[in-house]
């Protein structure tokens, strides 16, 4: 059994960096801490996926409180590659 943050046990893992997808689900905090290790293991950030469910309010497209540069997050998301948080301005 392990004990600790989930980014030291990724390394332990030894995951083939070329068919590996990760999936994230954290805070923000934790989020790029563990993106930082699966980039350092060699995990390209089109194969790392997030979702920003934190933007939403009224989850339907109206108020527009989940627009993150072109796209709502209700609508458009919430689940979004690495990749593409990256170009929204979300720090990964
Ligand atoms: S949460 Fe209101 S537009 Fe997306």
Redesign the pocket.
Known sequence: MEVGFVNHLEAKLGLPATNTVAFVCSSLMMFNTVVKELKLEGIKKQNIYSILERY???????????TIGQT????DGPVYTCKQIKTLGEQT
């Open positions: 939403m309010k009224c989850g339907i497209g109206k108020c527009l409180h989940s709502l997050v209700c609508a």
